[in-house]
């Protein structure tokens, strides 16, 4: 059983930072779980074509291994090369999949896993992409292509092809279907800033409903991507107080991931990383 938690511009700053406000304001005891695993490693995320990567690039070099172009997704820098995902690769294999994001499916990082697009802007194909992975569950806030040239596409009738689609956490049924798309109740482009307290589906709802509908499909192994895209956006407004809050937010997905740890402790293995840093956030 794999858990690739991902903090989408989760730099070192914002992990420190935030595990000294858990504890100094909200009197947590412990650190903050990600920071307690036995192993810790740091990564150069530049990309081929420019020092500062985006989530695209990055997204790909953490879900095949291969460093590619800013903006494209799957594709080697060649323009051309369809790179294969971990996720691909361990479907092939038998393995149960699941691919969630706070953010919309059809972003960046969610898309490097099951998508091969020249740009990441490219959301109607990306989703398509995403209609014939096969995984057994996608979830996240929403979908861009939703809407394709400013007019309401057909993509939930795509995936509706072959996905029990649900709006809303509390509106799905796990076990209904093989495959399972679920996204928000009123579909946008993230779940909602944790330091405004949103109504409706969150994150670790989706993790939740993810595991359930793996242990049903793929009980003896499976994998799951899940990534906190707050931290991204918060990073990019600069906004210290939103870049702690959703932090500390993830660690609710964190700790799903644990618990089944505790109870497959030979089988599991969690990884929590970054895809790179946003805002330069540093804490001295």
């Known amino acids: ?42 990564a150069a995320t530049h990309s081929m ?18 460093k590619t172009n800013n903006g494209m997704v799957g594709l080697a ?16 294999d038998g393995w149960g999949v699941a691919i969630i994001s706070s953010g919309a499916t059809d972003d960046a990082t969610p898309a490097a896993f099951y998508a091969h697009q020249l740009n990441r802007g490219m959301t109607y194909d990306i989703a398509m992409d995403g209609t014939k992975s096969g995984y057994d569950f996608i979830g996240g806030s929403g979908l861009h292509a939703l809407v394709r040239d400013g007019k309401v596409s057909d993509i939930l009738d795509k995936y509706k092809a072959g996905f029990d689609v649900a709006l809303g956490a509390s509106n799905a049924v796990v076990g209904k279907s093989k495959q399972m798309l679920v996204i928000s109740e009123n579909p946008s482009w993230t779940l909602g800033y944790a330091i405004d307290h949103p109504q409706g589906t969150k994150l670790e709802q989706l993790v939740a409903l993810g595991m359930e509908q793996l ?70």
């Open 1 to 42: 059983y794999v858990f690739y938690m991902i903090g989408d511009g989760m730099g070192l700053g914002h992990a420190t930072i935030s595990n000294y406000y858990n504890k100094q304001v909200n009197n947590a005891d412990d650190d903050l779980l990600m920071l307690t695993f036995p192993h810790t490693a740091i």
């Open 49 to 66: 074509s420019d020092f500062i990567t985006d989530s695209a690039a990055s997204g790909t070099a953490l879900s095949t291994g291969t």
């Open 77 to 92: 820098n060649d323009s051309t090369t369809e790179l294969r995902s971990i996720a691909h690769r361990l479907k092939d």
């Open 215 to 284: 242990e049903i499909n793929s009980p003896e192994r499976f994998f799951m991507m899940i990534e906190e895209g707050d931290i991204d956006h918060a990073g990019h407004s600069c906004d210290g107080g939103a870049i702690i809050h959703q932090t500390i937010d993830f660690q609710k997905s964190i700790q799903l991931a644990y618990d089944f740890y505790l109870q497959h402790p030979d089988e599991t293995l969690i990884v929590v990383t970054a895809d790179h840093d946003t805002s330069g956030s540093t804490f001295g």
